[in-house]
C-alpha cells in the first residue's frame, strides 16, 4: 500500500531550524511531485511549498519563500523541507502530499496521497 511518514517536528525556538521527512512506501516519488502544507487549529490545509519530479522546479507560499528549501533523496525515496529562520507563525502541523497529475501545485485536491502529519511549534 502506498504510505508517506512525515518526521523530524518538534519544538524549535524563534529564529531555529528544523528538517522534517517525508518517506514514501509503495510508490516511487521521483514519479510524483511533492508538496508540503501545513495547517494550524481550526485553519484550513494551506500550501507551503512543493517541488515537481525532476527536483528543478520549486513553488513557493509567499509566507515562507526564501526561507524553506525541499530536497529530494531518490536513493531514500525521501523528500525533505528545510526550514530556517523559524517563527511562530509557522507553528502547525506539516503534511507532505504526492501529486502524479495535475498542474496546482497549491491546490490540496491535486494531490493522491497524503502523510498523517508532523506537529512543528516554534517557541517565541
Known amino acids: 500500500q502506498v504510505q508517506l511518514v512525515e518526521s523530524g517536528g518538534g519544538f524549535v525556538q524563534a529564529g531555529g531550524s528544523l528538517r522534517l521527512s517525508c518517506a514514501a512506501s509503495?510508490?516511487?516519488?521521483?514519479?510524483?511531485?511533492a508538496g508540503w502544507f501545513r495547517q494550524a487549529p481550526g485553519k484550513e490545509r494551506l500550501f507551503v511549498g512543493a517541488?515537481?519530479?525532476?527536483?528543478?522546479?520549486?513553488y513557493w507560499s509567499d509566507s515562507v519563500k526564501g526561507r524553506f528549501t525541499i530536497l529530494r533523496d531518490n536513493a531514500k525515496n525521501t523528500v525533505y523541507l528545510q526550514m530556517n529562520n523559524l517563527t511562530p507563525e509557522d507553528t502547525a502541523v506539516y503534511y507532505c502530499?504526492?501529486?502524479?497529475?495535475?498542474?496546482?501545485?497549491?491546490?490540496?485536491?491535486?494531490?493522491?496521497?497524503w502523510g498523517q502529519g508532523t506537529q512543528v511549534t516554534v517557541d517565541s
Open positions: 517541488v515537481s519530479t525532476s527536483g528543478r522546479s520549486q
Open positions: 502530499g504526492a501529486r502524479s497529475g495535475g498542474s496546482r501545485y497549491s491546490w490540496p485536491a491535486d494531490y493522491d496521497y
Open positions: 509503495g510508490l516511487t516519488f521521483s514519479n510524483y511531485a
